[in-house]
C-alpha cells in the first residue's frame, strides 16, 4: 500500500495543521474546504508558520518553497479522485461526517484510505456509510498539529491489518508516535480530558473561582501548560459540547452529563478562539 497523495476535507485549525505536517514530510496533499474562504485562510495560516520557522532558522527558504509547492488548494471535493489517503477534518458531527464519506466513497479509487480525525465519534458508523468499511480508519491528531507528537489510530470494526499498518507507518513518517486505541466513545484522550473541561466549566457555573482563578490553580498545581478553560477556547467551545454529548451518549451515564454553562455558550456563538469570545476574549 504506497501512500504518496493525500487530500485533507476540511481546512479549519485541525485541517490546516494536518495538512502542513503532510507537506512538510513530503507528501503531495490537497486541501479542500466547504466553504472556500477557510480553505484560502487555512493555506495562509500554514504560510505564515512555515514563514516565521523561516525566520528563527528553524526551515531554510528552500524547504519552506518546497513545502508550498506540495500544496494545492482543491476548488472541488472531485480532487479526492487523485488521493491514495483522505483524513477528513470537519465539525464533530455524525451526519455531516457520513454524508461526506458516502461521497468519498464514490468519487475515490478503490485503493484510497479514508480517514477520519474524529475526536470522539464511532468510526465503525462513520464506515458503515462506505462501500470499503475495510479501509476506513481513525487517524486521530492532537491541536495544534505541527507541534503535538500523538496520534491515536483507532480501527473501525472492519479494518484490515494492512491498513492499519500502512496508517501506522504513515504516522511515524510525520515523525509523530501513533498509539492504537479502541473504538469507544472519546477513544483514550477525550474519554479522559474532556470530562476534565466540562468540570472546569461545572466549576464555574457554580461560582467556586472565576476563570483565570480556575486555570491559575491547575497551570501552577498541576503543571498544565493551559488551564482548562483556556484549553477549552482553542480546542473550540462548539467540539468540547459535542464530544461531551458523544461521551454521555455512547456511555449512557450522567457523570458525562455537558454543563448547561457550556451548552449556553455555544448556543451563543461563542465558540473560543476561533469567534474571538469563548471564557476569555481574543483579538
Ligand atoms: N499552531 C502551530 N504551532 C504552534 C501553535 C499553533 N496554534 N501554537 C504554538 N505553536 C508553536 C510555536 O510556534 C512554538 O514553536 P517553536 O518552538 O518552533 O518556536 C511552539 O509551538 C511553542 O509555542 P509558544 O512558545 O508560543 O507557546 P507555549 O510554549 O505556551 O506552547 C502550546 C503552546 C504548545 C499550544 C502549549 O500551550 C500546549 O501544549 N498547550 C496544550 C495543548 C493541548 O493540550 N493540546 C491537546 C488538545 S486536545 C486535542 O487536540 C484532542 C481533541 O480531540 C480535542
Ligand atoms: P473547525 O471548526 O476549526 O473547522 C472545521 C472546518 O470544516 C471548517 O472550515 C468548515 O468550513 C469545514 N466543513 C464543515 N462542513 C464541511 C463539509 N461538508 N465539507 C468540507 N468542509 C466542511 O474545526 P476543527 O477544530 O478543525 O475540528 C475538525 C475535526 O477535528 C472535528 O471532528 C474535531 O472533533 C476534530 N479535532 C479537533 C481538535 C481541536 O482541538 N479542535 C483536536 C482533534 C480533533
Not at 467556586?208 to 473550540?236: R, S
Request: charged share 25%; aromatic share 8%.
Amino acid at each position: 500500500m504506497n501512500i504518496e497523495t493525500v487530500m485533507v476535507i476540511g481546512a479549519g485549525q485541525m485541517g490546516a495543521g494536518i495538512a502542513q505536517v503532510f507537506a512538510a514530510s513530503g507528501y503531495q496533499v490537497s486541501l479542500y474546504d466547504v466553504d472556500q474562504k477557510n480553505t484560502q485562510k487555512g493555506i495562509e495560516g500554514i504560510d505564515k508558520r512555515l514563514k516565521k520557522q523561516v525566520g528563527k532558522g528553524s526551515l531554510s527558504a528552500k524547504e519552506y518553497e518546497e513545502i508550498m509547492k506540495r500544496l494545492h488548494l482543491a476548488n472541488e471535493i472531485t480532487a479526492a479522485q487523485k488521493a491514495d489517503l483522505i483524513v477528513e477534518a470537519v465539525v464533530e458531527k455524525m451526519e455531516v461526517k457520513q454524508a461526506i464519506f458516502a461521497e468519498l466513497d464514490s468519487l475515490a479509487p478503490s485503493h484510497t484510505v479514508l480517514a477520519t480525525n474524529t475526536s470522539s465519534l464511532p468510526i465503525t458508523e462513520i464506515a458503515a456509510v462506505t462501500t470499503r468499511p475495510e479501509k476506513v480508519i481513525g487517524m486521530h491528531f492532537m491541536n495544534p498539529v505541527p507541534v503535538m507528537k500523538l496520534v491515536e489510530i483507532i480501527r473501525g470494526l472492519a479494518t484490515t491489518d494492512e491498513v492499519y499498518q500502512a496508517v501506522y507507518e504513515t504516522t511515524k513518517k510525520l515523525n509523530k508516535t501513533p498509539v492504537e486505541v479502541h473504538d469507544f466513545p472519546g477513544f483514550v484522550s477525550n474519554r479522559i480530558l474532556m470530562p476534565m473541561i466540562n468540570e472546569a466549566v461545572f466549576t464555574l457555573y457554580e461560582g467556586v473561582a472565576n476563570e483565570e482563578d480556575i486555570d491559575q490553580v491547575m497551570k501552577l498545581g498541576m503543571n498544565h501548560p493551559m488551564g482548562p478553560l483556556t484549553l477549552a477556547d482553542f480546542i473550540g467551545l462548539d467540539t468540547c459540547l459535542f464530544i461531551m454529548e458523544t461521551l454521555h451518549k455512547g456511555f449512557g451515564d450522567d457523570k458525562y452529563r455537558p454543563c448547561p454553562l457550556l451548552r449556553k455558550y455555544v448556543k451563543a456563538g461563542w465558540l473560543g478562539r476561533k469567534t474571538g469570545k469563548g471564557f476569555f476574549t481574543y483579538e
